[in-house]
């Protein structure tokens, strides 16, 4: 049948018609026609570019292996998206803005311009990710990290998930800075969808001969989600290697920074050929004099910011986990939101948009500016003091947002005190929404790298901000900055906003207990240990062999020496067993199990002594699928990844 | 005794002698004294005193813990050991400059200045460090390397390793860029040895509540010890993360950060206060234009700057290994290196100052600029090709430096071609020479951060040349060119810079063969593994105990459940033996072992066909210190770090 099926491609729509009729009809008659090697249009052009494909293929090959291939598709494929999703957003916030403007004139419908306009795309944004996949909203990083520390999520890596994210984020994103939402949470957790695929692609065309597991085309795809995200390789790497695991396998290093490379690479083109930038440079760039940027006693001032961003971070993080379990706990919202995602969106987005209508509270926190406007605003070398003197700069100023943050008759102190104190809460408000949405730009853009580090628990903030704004002037005192902001909001074992997630929605990720609990670092296994299934021994005969393969499902059965010693001597697999079963059934001297199957020795063992962290630490590093327990040379148990998981999720309970 | 040394600090020095006379007269008498509490001068303002110092540590802990101020107190310290090496080595430089200068017109007696100078130090540096500790010749960054994945080097972290170091590097850089070696590698030695010293310190203080180990704070010096070189925080952690291990804990991130930044804002504030630069900036600045860096075809240039590299990094790294190789076969040389190892130094340094005179060759290669003035005109931002064309430019440059590069009659190009041609065989040779030497900055300057990336198999260098000139308008062209000059250099396995130090030196690094011989990965350790010596059975009586006791000098035993048997069941310590055995002494009816004494379960058992790297990374990761090897429930082996070091060397004489 084979030659049939690639017979097809060369041929027009109806003869393809023609030939599934005949093959539906007569099988027995197409094989015939199969081997008489069937008519071809332009052989020896056709063979010629088969040969050409597969020297270039080979040549390909020989150059590198085919995962650095699918690195770079993953950077360019990370990076295309990014900017179209940047590209389709801005032309509709543009739109709602000539809407806006449109109805100069008329408050009540410039209001329900403003306030429909957000409402109606967060409703859409929350409905379609609900209806097509439930595990699209959110931030999603969590549940990222939860899977490259090794246990399994269902669907969370799923094309449908990708799509529904993807439109959802679009939907979000396009609601603009009245829901003030970010991009970058929700967007790694796309280039982890993207890089799963890729793995699959990759998996399926090596076979047995693949050199790569998918954990670690997913360290990759995270760093490649944040430098497309921001065309910032070197922030996209460390932000991989501190929030994505326990250990960070060097092995990965190379891997990271390539795609990450091609994916700042190939957004920054995309931006220059769009016209948007001149040539490759920084996104939002600055222009601080480089001469003498700053005193050395300033660094001081620079640590106190460090010092009270750190402060307004625990202030923040507090009430976010407060919030949601709130929300978790309160019977009628929870109700409401059980039954109604959509409407409590609308409602919640409603109300965010009616506080920042302009012409009422909204002129006293900048609410015109786009997201984007008000990091520009925010990295703006322009000195806040010249401006809150000098009205006539604010006039004649490039920049239109100058005169957003200074509305007539205030000062842009007013403006940014107003801000400051309610965007918080706002925030925290919006943190709520059931929508794909990510919660690190809003936090940067309120307080900077300082802020975004002690909330997130990192440091990778501060050399985004050093690849955002292309100065690296400033790399000392950004660095104190975030430090000390993060020295002050991890004191006291307070988890971080990706943990408290992880905590609140209770996912199966054990670093964040531990963070959250030190005590629980030195649980040992034993209360948790469940006793194996089936096991065979080594003298076990055919009809041992027989109830154990009928009985259980597993691929996989532990070989002790008797029922009685229960001593390990190695594993054997399904496959063996069958095998060993139709052996026997053909001869009439029943052999035992030991003289017909090589037994596979284990490798490793572990005594319920054992700690769970200490477990998980082995079955993440060494990708061990299946650790047996053993006590005083008895086997009493097996861990696999579901155990783990089980064990994490009783943890949880404990806390 | 304990009052009486204590009052010793608080008496003058007549006072102590007599107390000490009288102390070593009667003991007995002095007992009764130092009860009577004796008479202290100021006694309330002393307890004052000591009650504040009290209540500021206590304050201080409460703070943060120890090993916090442990961090601070390496970054401080080694930034400071940094700032004071460059002083001197800057005076020494500028007293030969002025030698030089002061002979002016008699060419015999400048020639003799130009190499006995050089000449003279490098003979000091060798013989001074060979005598004090012969550990402390080379680099000592693949030494470190080996430490850092667990085995133990006798002598590479001590104090008269640290001193013989320390002053054999001042040698050595004194000699200026006529020997063209460099201090980055033999910093980060120190760094570490700083490091094990503060440990100590810390180890002893805390006592067995210590939090951290040696190898964490060892990884934390080395990030300090590059951050405290060139002032470049970020590059101290990712060259940290890339080069010292297989697996990078995220434990360790934060504390690399902050010693990175206490030592690279101490050597800049250092600077700052020795008025070398006006604030707290980038060492090497540089001020290319930032409107448009570059336009975006310009990527491919760099790309193809890289490939070059790349290139003739697998030029240098080959001549390396092979004269490296050479000196130690060749009869002649290495008999004359064994035992005239101070003579070769100052040969090699004749030699290399005879190639490089002024009068001679050394006009067309720049050799009267100092390795820092290399690396200024490497950065500087004045186009070449303008210098070329422009002798005025030249005279009226406020840089000296152009007059070097380009002497009268000859173009700037016609320089740098002798430059690049000469300087990399002089380089090779100069690693020959038997001094503490780094080989990282002459490579950096011979080659910028594409080469350095390639020879060292890293691409921590493409930040560290960001950071050294503060700008990263370039950071995407500079991490493309050093990604395809690693991937050139990295191919058909060719051992990096440092890797190939480890393979010739057979250092115990297995990360370095494997990468080297990657079929060693699959080597099992059923063909290593040693039998444990002293082997207790559950119910072993006194003489048994007794003998094993006698007989073996081990801390812990394993137990097992018979001899025949051999099911391990634990371990048991020495001082649990020891009890058993008393306790047994002074009663008639003896007991077994397995009633007294209760026995540790071992947490993890490997089995014979283990692969040797796996064990490896199941220690290093874990810090076991001794794991056992069981083979099918019985007891066959013991893998300590001592047998893990034997294992290694016999792979490596595999090879």
Not at 309 to 330: D, K, M
Not at 368 to 390: A, C, G, P, R, V
Request: proline share 4%; aromatic share 10%.
């Amino acid at each position: 049948m084979q030659h049939v099926y690639v017979s097809y491609t060369s041929l027009g729509e109806n003869e393809q018609h023609g030939i599934r009729h005949a093959g539906e009809k007569n099988t027995q008659e197409k094989i015939i026609i199969s081997n008489e090697r069937p008519w071809k249009p332009w052989q020896p052009a056709r063979s010629q570019i088969t040969g050409c494909v597969r020297r270039v293929q080979t040549a390909m090959l020989s150059l590198a292996g085919l995962e650095w291939y699918c690195y770079a598709a993953l950077g360019v494929l990370t990076a295309f998206m990014s900017f179209c999703m940047d590209l389709t957003i801005g032309k509709l916030l543009r739109a709602h803005q000539w809407l806006y403007d449109c109805l100069e004139g008329n408050i009540l419908l410039q209001f329900l311009c403003w306030t429909l306009y957000p409402t109606f795309l967060c409703a859409l944004s929350t409905s379609f990710s609900h209806s097509i996949c439930p595990q699209s909203a959110g931030s999603g990083l969590p549940e990222i990290r939860t899977i490259l520390s090794g246990v399994q999520l269902a669907d969370y890596l799923s094309l449908s998930n990708l799509f529904a994210k993807l439109i959802g984020l679009i939907s979000t994103l396009s609601a603009g800075s009245t829901v003030f939402l970010g991009k970058v949470g929700p967007f790694v957790h796309l280039s982890n969808m993207v890089g799963a695929y890729l793995y699959r692609l990759y998996a399926s065309a090596c076979g047995e001969k693949q050199r790569r597991t998918q954990g670690e085309m997913l360290v990759v795809a995270s760093a490649a989600g944040i430098a497309s995200c921001f065309g910032a390789p070197i922030s996209g790497v460390l932000f991989s290697i501190e929030v994505m695991g326990s250990h960070y396998s060097v092995r990965d290093y190379c891997p990271c920074f390539f795609a990450a490379v091609c994916g700042s690479l190939t957004y920054r083109l995309l931006s220059v050929c769009s016209r948007e930038q001149e040539t490759v440079q920084a996104v939002f760039k600055t222009t601080f004099p480089s001469e003498i940027p700053y005193q050395p006693p300033e660094i001081l001032i620079f640590a106190f910011l460090g010092l009270l961003c750190g402060a307004i971070s625990c202030v923040y993080l507090y009430s976010h986990r407060w919030i949601l379990r709130f929300v978790r706990t309160n019977k009628f919202i929870s109700r409401f939101m059980a039954t109604e995602k959509t409407l409590y969106s609308a409602t919640v987005a409603f109300l965010l948009a009616s506080v920042t209508f302009p012409h009422t509270g909204g002129s006293f926190i900048a609410s015109q500016l786009s997201m984007k406007q008000l990091l520009f605003s925010l990295l703006d070398s322009t000195q806040w003091n010249l401006i809150s003197h000098n009205t006539t700069l604010v006039q004649e100023s490039p920049h239109s947002f100058w005169q957003e943050w200074s509305p007539p008759g205030y000062s842009v102190y007013h403006t940014l005190g107003c801000f400051i104190l309610i965007k918080l809460w706002l925030l925290v408000l919006a943190c709520t929404l059931p929508l794909p949405a990510g919660y690190f730009m809003p936090v940067f853009i309120y307080g900077a790298a300082a802020f975004a580090g002690a909330v997130t628990h990192t440091l990778s903030p501060a050399l985004c901000a050093l690849e955002l704004t292309g100065q690296s002037t400033h790399v000392v005192p950004i660095l104190t900055a975030t430090l000390i902001s993060n020295a002050l909001a991890r004191s006291r074992h307070q988890p971080s906003f990706y943990d408290g997630i992880s905590l609140i929605k209770k996912l199966p990720h054990l670093p964040s207990l531990i963070r959250a609990c030190p005590e629980l670092s030195s649980v040992q296994i034993r209360q948790f240990v469940v006793p194996v299934g089936a096991v065979l021994q080594r003298a076990e005969g055919v009809t041992g062999v027989q109830h154990i393969l009928n009985s259980s499902k597993e691929n996989e059965f532990p070989v002790v020496d008797t029922h009685d010693s229960l001593t390990l001597l190695g594993t054997i697999t399904r496959a063996q067993l069958q095998t060993f079963l139709l052996s026997n059934q053909s001869e009439d001297l029943c052999k035992s199990l030991e003289d017909e199957c090589s037994i596979q020795p284990v490798k490793l063992q572990l005594s319920t002594d054992a700690t769970v962290k200490q477990v998980h630490c082995i079955m993440s590093i060494l990708r061990e699928q299946c650790v047996f327990v053993t006590e005083k040379g008895k086997l009493c148990g097996v861990i696999t990844w579901k155990e783990m998981k089980n064990m994490i999720e009783k943890l949880a309970k404990e806390i």
